[in-house]
């Protein structure tokens, strides 16, 4: 017998339903509903529009009903952003985007109070400006009334699911993306929330991925016209959602979750923390099982969405099809950034903030819209040859191919200047696999699968993968090393 599951999967820029059906043998897709994700600012402030989001929500499920309809609900989104809740059970305001400029200095600030290696030690994850537990410490310093009035705080997966039941619960991948997972105690770093003066009381019990949260609320069943169904806590992380669907054959594999950022790393039992990850910031992060998604974020795609969308508001109306081209005519290793500078993160725009980085250090300034491309490409490309250095460094593994998975295995260039860049062959595919993942965790909850590894066995069996092999080797080899020297400049 068929079994129909929806999945609600959130981007930083859009979002879909997708109902997922298997039979036994494999899994086919079917999207029956797709919207933007567009962040609103307001004032200083940039703000996640959740009202229309789970308006979208809705829809998506009056939409799957209508296409035959389905058994459960999950829902991934991306990490660290959350919402706050009063003692009445109400939203405080909208979230905040996690790119909103409330942060930055404070890793700085806190490691006053919380040195970094205390930090790190406790909870395993990358530094970044981004983080949950500034964000909050953000609002304790500058909004502290908003603080006073939170009794619950929910992650946006979280926030989606209590939308949808009335139930609260915080998932585990999503809980660990926050830099307040004590990953040796596998609950709250309470001693150090409470040293940043951050409320306890916001965090609530953390729970397994794969628990039912539990049913749609009678009111919107009766709205969206469907009979109670189950709402999954699956891996709320969208990169742990991906993570769970990499159609790897091996235990040991490294794989690129690629899209507006890229998170590059493995998938380990037990964590790893010690002072080569804490200089190479590298984080852990929880997913299915109690795994260790032991990875590093880079931006990605983002600096070729953001620096399209620049020029595409001066009146240039390019494809990424003609971007791809144009950075293809361009002269190559002229000159690198780093992509995780911080000047590259808000919005804006980017290609003169590229041109400064070359400027800056030394090196050739791009001018034109193919040069900037082809800076930005091969930038990415060195980056990911720098991160798997870094892991197989940290695990002492080697890794023989990389899996890109997500909707960065369109970007054939990327994928085969990864491939040339880090001297592996890369594994492109599945696209969604961030859906199939969400779709893997709700067959795993409800026993129409029995493990993770029969789950990927049946994801391989269900996509179809882009095989890269690395082409000229030696220039990519030499370049790499100037840009390592550039990056330390």
């Given at each position: 017998?068929?079994?129909?599951?929806?999945?609600?999967?959130?981007?930083?820029?859009?979002?879909?339903?997708?109902?997922?059906?298997?039979?036994?043998?494999?899994?086919?897709?079917?999207?029956?509903?797709?919207?933007?994700?567009?962040?609103?600012?307001?004032?200083?402030?940039?703000?996640?529009?959740?009202?229309?989001?789970?308006?979208?929500?809705?829809?998506?499920?009056?939409?799957?009903?209508?296409?035959?309809?389905?058994?459960?609900?999950?829902?991934?989104?991306?990490?660290?952003?959350?919402?706050?809740?009063?003692?009445?059970?109400?939203?405080?305001?909208?979230?905040?985007?996690?790119?909103?400029?409330?942060?930055?200095?404070?890793?700085?600030?806190?490691?006053?109070?919380?040195?970094?290696?205390?930090?790190?030690?406790?909870?395993?994850?990358?530094?970044?400006?981004?983080?949950?537990?500034?964000?909050?410490?953000?609002?304790?310093?500058?909004?502290?009334?908003?603080?006073?009035?939170?009794?619950?705080?929910?992650?946006?997966p979280?926030?989606?699911?209590y939308?949808?039941?009335?139930?609260?619960?915080?998932?585990?991948?999503?809980?660990?993306?926050?830099?307040?997972?004590?990953?040796?105690?596998?609950?709250w770093?309470?001693?150090?929330?409470?040293?940043?003066?951050?409320?306890?009381?916001?965090?609530?019990?953390?729970?397994?991925?794969?628990?039912?949260?539990?049913?749609?609320?009678?009111?919107?069943?009766?709205?969206?016209?469907?009979?109670?169904?189950?709402?999954?806590?699956?891996?709320?992380?969208?990169?742990?959602?991906?993570?769970?669907?990499?159609?790897?054959?091996?235990?040991?594999?490294?794989?690129?979750s690629?899209?507006?950022?890229s998170?590059?790393?493995?998938?380990?039992?037990?964590?790893?923390?010690?002072?080569?990850?804490?200089?190479?910031?590298?984080?852990?992060?929880?997913?299915?099982?109690?795994?260790?998604?032991?990875l590093?974020?880079?931006?990605?795609?983002?600096?070729?969405?953001?620096?399209?969308?620049?020029?595409?508001?001066?009146?240039?109306?390019?494809?990424?099809?003609?971007?791809?081209?144009?950075?293809?005519?361009?002269?190559?290793?002229?000159?690198?950034?780093?992509?995780?500078?911080?000047?590259?993160?808000?919005?804006?725009?980017?290609?003169?903030?590229?041109?400064?980085y070359?400027?800056?250090t030394?090196?050739?300034?791009?001018?034109?819209?193919?040069?900037?491309?082809?800076?930005?490409?091969?930038?990415?490309?060195?980056?990911?040859?720098?991160?798997?250095?870094?892991?197989?460094?940290?695990?002492?593994?080697?890794?023989?191919?990389?899996?890109?998975?997500?909707?960065?295995?369109?970007?054939?260039?990327?994928?085969?200047?990864?491939?040339?860049?880090?001297?592996?062959?890369?594994?492109?595919?599945?696209?969604?696999?961030?859906?199939?993942g969400?779709?893997?965790?709700?067959?795993?909850?409800?026993?129409?699968?029995?493990?993770?590894?029969?789950?990927?066995?049946?994801v391989?069996?269900?996509?179809?993968?882009?095989?890269?092999?690395?082409?000229?080797?030696?220039?990519?080899?030499?370049?790499?090393?100037?840009?390592?020297?550039?990056i330390?400049?």
């Open positions: 017998m068929e079994k129909r599951v929806l999945a609600i999967d959130f981007g930083a820029s859009s979002g879909r339903a997708i109902i997922g059906k298997f039979d036994g043998e494999k899994i086919s897709l079917e999207e029956v509903h797709r919207f933007s994700n567009d962040p609103v600012k307001v004032g200083d402030t940039m703000y996640w529009d959740v009202l229309r989001l789970f308006y979208n929500i809705k829809q998506g499920i009056v939409n799957a009903k209508l296409a035959g309809g389905f058994d459960s609900i999950g829902i991934d989104t991306w990490g660290v952003d959350f919402g706050l809740i009063d003692e009445f059970g109400c939203l405080l305001e909208n979230p905040v985007h996690y790119r909103d400029l409330r942060t930055a200095g404070l890793i700085e600030e806190c490691a006053k109070t919380v040195p970094n290696d205390e930090f790190y030690g406790a909870t395993g994850i990358q530094f970044m400006e981004l983080n949950t537990v500034y964000q909050l410490y953000a609002l304790k310093k500058y909004r502290p009334h908003i603080l006073e009035r939170a009794d619950r705080l929910l992650f946006m979280d926030l989606f699911g939308m949808l039941t009335g139930k609260m619960t915080t998932e585990y991948s999503i809980a660990t993306t926050s830099q307040m997972y004590d990953i040796h105690k596998k609950g770093a309470t001693d150090i929330i409470e040293k940043l003066g951050i409320p306890t009381r916001l965090l609530g019990e953390i729970v397994p991925s794969g628990t039912p949260l539990g049913k749609v609320r009678q009111d919107i069943c009766e709205e969206c016209g469907i009979d109670e169904v189950d709402v999954i806590s699956v891996c709320g992380h969208d990169t742990q959602s991906a993570l769970t669907a990499v159609p790897a054959e091996s235990k040991d594999f490294a794989f690129i690629s899209g507006t950022w998170l590059f790393g493995t998938e380990l039992d037990e964590p790893i923390v010690n002072e080569t990850s804490l200089k190479m910031n590298v984080t852990n992060e929880g997913g299915y099982g109690s795994t260790v998604g032991f590093k974020n880079i931006i990605g795609l983002w600096l070729i969405q953001e620096s399209r969308r620049h020029w595409n508001r001066h009146g240039s109306d390019y494809s990424y099809a003609d971007l791809e081209k144009l950075a293809l005519a361009s002269e190559p290793f002229k000159c690198f950034i780093d992509p995780d500078s911080p000047e590259f993160t808000p919005p804006g725009n980017i290609p003169q903030r590229v041109r400064d070359c400027e800056r030394g090196q050739p300034i791009p001018e034109s819209v193919g040069e900037v491309m082809r800076c930005i490409y091969e930038s990415l490309a060195m980056k990911y040859r720098q991160t798997l250095d870094n892991l197989e460094a940290c695990t002492g593994k080697t890794y023989p191919a990389i899996h890109v998975i997500g909707g960065g295995t369109k970007d054939t260039l990327l994928c085969q200047m990864t491939a040339s860049s880090c001297a592996r062959n890369v594994v492109a595919g599945p696209i969604e696999a961030t859906v199939l969400n779709i893997a965790v709700q067959l795993l909850s409800c026993g129409a699968i029995e493990s993770i590894e029969q789950a990927r066995k049946i391989k069996a269900s996509e179809n993968t882009v095989e890269y092999s690395p082409e000229n080797a030696d220039a990519w080899a030499e370049a790499y090393e100037r840009f390592k020297a550039v330390t400049k």
